[in-house]
Nanobody, 125 residues
């Protein structure tokens, strides 16, 4: 049984930093990523990486503030979030897939087979 276990959410003041982690168990993954859903909004892509080749993808609006990284041996992906803004407040979801993706497909929710339970990130102004 595949499980994605997230940790690291919380409350932070604007301008601060938070780190999230997500560990996958049950099978090896080809790609892992992060999505987020703010209140009243649709879930959106944040960042993703592929273990094979090391390709990394970011939402354009988050480049420079968010950094995704991972430990293939541990099947774990991390998200470091810096210079946080109130509009970053959302539930952050980890996602993973054992299947192949390339380019924009790696940023689509539909590509990912497995999802974490979500972790709340709240940025106060």
């Amino acid at each position: 049984q595949v499980q994605l276990v997230e940790s690291g959410g919380g409350l932070v003041q604007a301008g601060g930093s938070l780190g999230l982690s997500c560990a996958a168990s049950g099978r090896s993954m080809y790609a892992m990523g992060w999505f987020r859903q703010a209140p009243g909004k649709e879930r959106e892509f944040v960042a993703a990486l592929k273990w094979s080749g090391g390709s990394i993808y970011y939402a354009d609006s988050l480049k420079g503030r968010f950094t995704v990284s991972g430990d293939n041996a541990k099947n774990t992906v991390y998200l470091q979030m810096n210079s946080l803004k109130p509009e970053d407040t959302a539930v952050y979801y980890c996602a993973a897939s054992p299947g192949y993706c390339s380019g924009v497909r790696c940023t689509r929710q539909s590509f990912y087979d497995y999802w974490g339970q979500g972790t709340q990130v709240t940025v106060s102004s």
